[in-house]
């Protein structure tokens, strides 16, 4: 499969934990972006990368929020101490400024 | 005001009808304009862009009124597969998607 993945698929978590996603984005992409969508909203917009460089980061992601993308390949995502209002679907995508491509996404669940 | 509003629906139609959705947004500046399409609990795919002119994909249609500020997306012949989230996309620049909440379109037999 030569798309984008994420991984896990599914995090359960309890508040206050951290947790870590990743992102493999289709290969020739040099453009990598993190969205968050919870239900009934569409993706919003947390940040994206330009090869390694982070080059945008939305108001959304808190300092709780970090992402890296080392050597413009994959891509990770960590909230640390996870609030219930964290719980949300965490897209990944790839792809140019126009043209994206997602990944399956990751459920996050903090109970 | 929110920079894409739509009209989250859902649309409940009858397998052959035409059913058509619209999108305001509120940056004037922007050049761009996408319809993406969301099947439940999947990622969001590209369904079409909006040019200018308007542009027509076998049986949709997207069209643009920059003065108004909207952009529609009209779907004829509807399928059950057709069924689905519509989601309205309008970048501020070159950056980012910014998506709209999206309409659900449900059409039944």
Known sequence: ?111 | RKEVEQDPGPFNVPEGATVAFNCTYSNSASQSFFWYRQDCRKEPKLLMSVYSSGNEDGRFTAQLNRASQYISLLIRDSKLSDSATYLCVVPPGFQKLVFGTGTRLLVSP
């Open chain 1, 1 to 111: 499969d030569t798309g984008v993945s994420q991984d896990p698929r599914h995090k359960i978590t309890k508040r206050g934990q951290n947790v870590t996603f990743r992102c493999d984005p289709i290969s020739e992409h040099n453009r990598l972006y993190w969205y968050r969508q919870t239900l009934g909203q569409g993706p919003e917009f947390l940040t994206y990368f330009q090869n390694e460089a982070q080059l945008e980061k939305s108001r959304l992601l808190s300092d709780r929020f970090s992402a890296e993308r080392p050597k413009g390949s994959f891509s990770t995502l960590e909230i640390q101490r996870t609030e219930q209002g964290d719980s949300a679907m965490y897209l990944c995508a790839s792809g140019t400024a126009y043209e994206q491509y997602f990944g399956p996404g990751t459920r996050l669940t903090v109970t």
